[in-house]
């Protein structure tokens, strides 16, 4: 299995654009999850899906940011308006009954 | 869910082994304990996890206190590639649950 697939792994925008990064869980895994990692918070949880519904979006900062999940092989996290403080690296895990989570390598967004 | 400490930072010497102490003295009968690791730059990745007893893999031994009020990961033969921030959590497997990553223990092993 090719693991947790990310993309873009770079991104650098301007503030006030809209932003989409993808993930493509561990092929049969039913639990999705979308974390950020900056210096000052660490690894937070924004929110996670269970067989591709959300069930705890408490983590999101606020309403510029959502998810989706299509269908168990994809799921997206846009950003619309991005704000220089989102400047980031955000990773997407996948797992199987909760147990342990995969990550994948990450996607390093700069927001200018 | 449960909150941890860690130490900030160690160090060990390449070869001898790595003793990672946390305290989770909230944690619920029903949490169980993770060990994460992340190595710059790249995601975080599953170790070892959890709920009573001693567990053993390939990649380390977690040891929980009788009590489960504070755990120990022992990386038994530590090399330059375990540098890296080692993350323990603890959580529920069953109903609702959130991951919360502390700030983590950052190990340095030195030649």
């Known amino acids: 299995d090719a693991g947790v697939i990310q993309s873009p792994r770079h991104e650098v925008t301007e503030m006030g654009q809209e932003v989409t990064l993808r993930c493509k869980p561990i092929?049969?895994?039913?639990?999705l999850f979308w974390y950020r990692q900056t210096m000052m918070r660490g690894l937070e949880l924004l929110i996670y899906?269970?067989?591709?519904?959300?069930?705890?979006d408490s983590g999101m900062p606020e309403d510029r940011f959502s998810a989706k999940m299509p269908n168990a092989s994809f799921s997206t996290l846009k950003i619309q308006p991005s704000e220089p403080r989102d400047s980031a690296v955000y990773f997407c895990?996948?797992?199987?009954?909760?147990?342990?989570?995969?990550f994948g390598p990450g996607t390093r967004l700069t927001v200018l | 869910d449960a909150k941890t400490t860690q130490p900030p930072s160690m160090d060990c010497a390449e070869g001898r082994a790595a003793n990672l102490p946390c305290n989770h003295s909230?944690?619920?009968?029903?949490?169980?304990v993770y060990w994460y690791r992340q190595i710059h730059s790249q995601g975080p990745q599953y170790i070892i996890h959890?709920?009573?007893n001693n567990e053993t893999n390939e990649m380390a031994s977690l040891i929980i206190t009788e009590d489960r009020k504070s755990s120990t990961l022992i990386l038994p033969h530590a090399t330059l590639r375990d540098t890296a921030v080692y993350y323990c959590?603890?959580?529920?497997?069953?109903?609702?649950?959130?991951?919360?990553f502390g700030a983590g223990t950052r190990l340095f092993v030195k030649a």
């Open positions: 959590i603890v959580a529920r497997n069953t109903g609702g649950f959130k991951t919360i």
């Open positions: 895990a996948s797992s199987l009954l909760k147990d342990t989570q995969y």
């Open positions: 899906f269970n067989n591709n519904v959300p069930i705890d």
């Open positions: 959890g709920l009573k």
């Open positions: 909230t944690i619920s009968g029903n949490e169980y």
């Open positions: 092929s049969g895994h039913d639990y």
